[in-house]
């Protein structure tokens, strides 16, 4: 019984303490106390690691209370002392405002200037324009009122067509302007010519005077023999001639100048740097890069005949493409203000022209001096829009259509302080053909500088002369006499007078200056056509 007992109670009591498990540890340590067995010591240590696990982490808690409790404490008393300092700031900013007020009753004047005065530094006077304008449209309102009143509706469109065309079934200027093709292939043949060798230096020079002789010769003696050219069509045919003068000019420079490059490349390069023509990096088949002489060819003499430019150049800047929006809106522009020119042309100005023949007649010089004054303000208004209309609208249809790139036909010539910078401004094209191929090779040969300009003018003096005397078929040289006297006035003006004066002194010039002599041609035109019947 004995041995049964000590066999088997070891053994119940190992089952027990395995079905007991860990719940019941405390139990089965004290059994295997009572067998007289040592308890497991792994047991024991894990105990004291999950003591010591427990007091650390009773320690940790107690820490992070205490730091949150200090941080809430810390972030209170910093609220405490933003809200302190706010407080004192808004004390002291009642205080300074109260301070200031007193200050603002005690002392009312600083220093300081007129706003009109120009030391004050004010230059915002846009609601002082707007009243211009405003006064400018009532008053000219008033006049064009006045005109219906006084002379009716005089505005005819069929009218505008004898202004071109005396017999419907004879168009000579028409004609005119179409025989200027031969003039343009006979430079182009004459620089193909040179390219090859075919035709010497002195040759080329020579054939290239005579062909710019004749292309202002020809249209001038044609209008004087043929009595079927009115005056309107021959002033479009002088003035497309001109360019063309203008245009072939440049042409014949540019190319002779490009034959110098290629000679002096082909004394210091090889023969491989003188190709004709040359493809672009990018391979676009549309705008190649061209040298010379690849130049010469009908597609590009013509493309340079149409270019809203005067200057010619082997490789114009391009536009990517055609605008069409841009190119809608530039027509609109166009068609509209040429039937709002017309309309004031045969509303405001012929009838004005008309009344101005008989004071001009009688040689009453008060009247005279009345009529001129009457008839430069609609004729600086219509000056006003014919520049729009042109140098605006017409030449950017035309560059648009053609992708010309340069759009610089004008710079601010409203803001000109000198007469000098009015004639470099206002008409870009001009000034770059004269600076190019008149200005700066006269600079060049060691002409004085004052010389230099004076000839510019003498230069433009011809030309507005040409264009104006040759189709009234009258010479009273009044256009070039407006011209040179630009010379003494920009010399005045630019010593004399500076700033708004200045720009004033440019306005009264563009008003009552080229513009009279202009109407002074009409008015002789009219009393020596219809001076009998008046």
Not at 434 to 454: D, E, I, S
Request: glycine share 6%; charged share 15%; hydrophobic share 45%.
């Amino acid at each position: 019984m004995s041995d049964t007992a000590e066999i088997t109670g070891p053994l119940t009591r190992r089952r027990r303490t395995t079905v007991a498990g860990n719940g019941k540890q405390a139990n089965g340590g004290g059994r295997w106390h009572e067998a007289g067995d040592k308890p497991p010591q792994r047991a024991a240590k894990g105990g004291k690691k999950m003591e010591q696990v427990s007091k650390q982490t009773s320690y940790n808690g107690k820490l992070d209370r205490d730091a949150d409790t200090k941080g809430i404490h810390q972030h209170h008393h910093h609220q405490q002392q933003q809200h302190q300092q706010q407080q004192l700031s808004d004390s002291s900013k009642n205080e300074k405002s109260a301070v200031e007020d007193i200050n603002d009753k005690l002392s009312v004047h600083t220093l300081q200037e007129s706003l009109l005065s120009s030391a004050s530094g004010y230059n915002n006077y846009r609601g002082i324009l707007n009243w211009c304008v405003v006064m400018l449209v009532l008053s000219n309102a008033r006049l064009f009122l006045e005109n219906i009143i006084k002379y009716g509706i005089l505005v005819d469109p069929i009218q505008v067509v004898s202004l071109f065309l005396k017999d419907p079934y004879s168009w000579p200027a028409a004609c005119l302007i179409i025989a200027s093709n031969v003039f343009i292939l006979l430079a182009l043949y004459i620089e193909r010519r040179l390219a090859v060798g075919t035709f010497s230096e002195t040759a080329g020079r020579v054939l290239h005077i005579f062909n710019l002789t004749a292309t202002l010769v020809f249209p001038s003696t044609t209008i004087l023999t043929v009595s079927s050219i009115t005056p309107v069509g021959g002033v479009l045919s002088l003035g497309l001639y001109t360019v063309l003068f203008l245009k072939l000019f440049s042409y014949q420079d540019t190319n002779r100048w490009n034959r110098e490059v290629r000679l002096a490349k082909a004394k210091k390069l090889t023969r491989s740097h003188s190709c004709p023509s040359v493809a672009q990096s990018n391979g676009s088949a549309v705008h190649s890069i061209v040298s010379y002489p690849g130049n010469l060819t009908h597609r590009d003499m013509y493309y340079f005949a149409f270019a809203p430019t005067l200057c010619y150049q082997l490789n114009f800047p391009r536009s990517p493409r055609i605008r069409k929006r841009f190119l809608i809106r530039r027509l609109f522009e166009m068609l509209f203000l040429m039937q709002l020119l017309v309309g004031l042309i045969q509303q405001w100005m012929v009838p004005t022209v008309q009344n101005s023949m008989k004071p001009f007649k009688e040689m009453d010089f008060s009247r005279m001096v009345e009529r001129l004054l009457k008839l430069a303000v609609p004729n600086h208004l219509i000056w006003l829009i014919f520049f729009y209309w042109f140098f605006h609208s017409t030449l950017n249809f035309m560059a648009e259509l053609l992708q010309f790139g340069d759009r610089e036909f004008y710079r601010d010539w409203w803001n000109s302080e000198t007469v000098t910078y009015f004639w470099a401004n206002w008409n870009i094209p001009v000034h770059k053909w004269c600076l190019r191929h008149f200005y700066k090779p006269m600079l060049k040969k060691g002409v004085n500088k004052f010389w230099a300009q004076t000839a510019v003018f003498l230069v433009s003096a011809f030309f507005h002369e040409y264009l104006v005397s040759v189709p009234l078929k009258m010479f009273r040289l009044w256009a070039f006499m407006g011209m040179m006297a630009q010379v003494p006035l920009a010399w005045f003006v630019g010593r004399y007078l500076n700033g708004i004066y200045g720009n004033a002194a440019v306005w009264i010039s563009l008003i009552i200056g080229q513009p009279v002599a202009v109407l002074m041609y009409v008015h002789d035109y009219y009393v020596t056509h219809y001076g009998s019947s008046t």
